[in-house]
């Protein structure tokens, strides 16, 4: 069963752009969540999608959204790029649904992202 | 939300040395992860472990629930085993709240 897959895998973009992810989550996963990864943050949690519905939000300006689609794949866009929205973004999906363990969540490989 | 804290921040060690890494964490918990990031960003699983032990060739983990923390074991350490080791927890929500992760640096 193939993993989670983010693309690109590198992206670069000017302050001011504006910037799309893809994540396609595991076969038969219907949760998508989205983290962000700076050196001086860590890992933080920016939402999460199940069944096309926004479930949670982390605490991040209303220039990062996301949404899902009805085959469970997600995007995430940031508009007006600024110089610290430069990270490593990553995508999870779980199954979810009834049962703790269907909440465990597995990782993409990312999306590093350079703002200029 | 739940705080989750990781020690130690920086781990240095012999190959063959065994080593523990420590996650505590503010309040009950339903998912705790451990993960391992490779030298190209990916989080790899390691352990699903909200209670009990479990093990997987060289690393085990436990988590006792009722005292909220975990600890990763890693026995006869390899060069390989090198990289950042995070600790991740959840309560009834499904977003994973990130320790600051333990650095292993493992000496040839």
């Known amino acids: 069963k193939a993993g989670v897959t983010q693309t690109p895998r590198y992206l670069i973009k000017t302050r001011g752009q504006q910037v799309t992810l893809s994540c396609s989550p595991i076969?038969?996963?219907?949760?998508v969540s989205w983290y962000q990864q700076t050196p001086g943050q860590g890992l933080q949690f920016l939402f999460e999608?199940?069944?096309?519905?926004?479930?949670n939000k982390g605490n991040f300006p209303g220039r990062f959204s996301g949404r899902q689609f009805s085959n469970s794949r997600s995007e995430m866009n940031v508009s007006t790029l600024e110089l610290g929205d430069s990270a490593l973004y990553l995508c999870?999906?779980?199954?979810?649904?009834?049962?703790?363990?269907?909440?465990?969540?597995?990782f993409g490989a990312g999306t590093r992202l350079s703002v200029l | 939300g739940i705080q989750v804290e990781q020690s130690p921040p920086d781990l240095i060690l012999q190959e063959g040395a065994n080593s523990t890494l420590r996650c505590n964490f503010s309040?009950?918990?339903?998912?705790l992860q451990w993960f391992h990031q490779n030298p190209w960003g990916q989080l790899i699983n390691l352990f699903y472990?909200?209670?009990g032990t479990k093990q997987n060739g060289r690393l085990s983990a436990t988590t006792v629930a009722t005292e909220r923390y975990s600890l990763l074991y890693i026995s006869s350490s390899q060069t390989t085993d090198s990289g950042v080791y995070f600790c991740?927890?959840?309560?009834?929500?499904?977003?994973?709240?990130f320790g600051s992760g333990t650095q292993l640096t493992v000496l040839p």
């Open positions: 309040d009950s918990v339903n998912n």
């Open positions: 999608y199940f069944s096309e519905t926004q479930r």
């Open positions: 991740a927890a959840s309560g009834s929500a499904r977003q994973l709240t």
């Open positions: 076969s038969g996963h219907r949760s």
């Open positions: 472990i909200p209670s």
């Open positions: 999870a999906s779980a199954i979810a649904g009834g049962g703790l363990a269907k909440n465990i969540q597995y």
